[in-house]
Nanobody
Framework: QVELVESGGGLVQAGGSLRLTCAAS????????MGWCRKGPGKDREFVGG????????HYADSVKGRFTISRDNAKNMIYLQMDSLKPEDTAVYYC????????????????????WGQGTQVTVSS
C-alpha cells in the first residue's frame, strides 16, 4: 500500500514561489515513478511534472516548463515541486502521484498512468 501526503500549498501573489512537498510511504524494494498533477477550477486533472525512480529523468508540461522543478530524495521518501514565477492560471489543487515502475528510468506523463494519489493541496495565485 502506498500513502502520499502533500503539504506546502497556500496563497501567493503572481510572480512568487512555493515549494510543495510529498511524503511517500511505499513498500520496500519497490520502485515508483512519481509525479505532480493539478486540477484547476472547471478543468480536468492535468499532468504537471514527472520524475523517474532514479531521479535522472524528468519531464514537464509545456505550461510550467522553465518555472517548475520536480525532485526527489529516495532516502527520505520525499518528492518536491519547486514552483517559481507563479501565474494566476497555476491556481489549482495539486496532487502527488505514484506509479509502479519496473525500470528505474520510467516516467509517466498522463494522470491515468499513476496508481496512487495524495489528498491534494490548494495553491492559489492572486493577480
Amino acid at each position: 500500500q502506498v500513502e502520499l501526503v502533500e503539504s506546502g500549498g497556500g496563497l501567493v501573489q503572481a510572480g512568487g514561489s512555493l515549494r510543495l512537498t510529498c511524503a511517500a510511504s511505499t513498500p520496500t524494494r519497490s520502485m515508483y515513478a512519481m509525479g505532480w498533477c493539478r486540477k484547476g477550477p472547471g478543468k480536468d486533472r492535468e499532468f504537471v511534472g514527472g520524475i523517474s525512480w532514479s531521479g535522472g529523468n524528468t519531464h514537464y508540461a509545456d505550461s510550467v516548463k522553465g518555472r517548475f522543478t520536480i525532485s526527489r530524495d529516495n532516502a527520505k521518501n520525499m518528492i518536491y515541486l519547486q514552483m517559481d514565477s507563479l501565474k494566476p492560471e497555476d491556481t489549482a489543487v495539486y496532487y502527488c502521484a505514484a506509479g509502479a515502475s519496473y525500470i528505474s528510468t520510467s516516467i509517466y506523463l498522463e494522470p491515468n498512468e499513476y496508481d496512487y494519489w495524495g489528498q491534494g493541496t490548494q495553491v492559489t495565485v492572486s493577480s
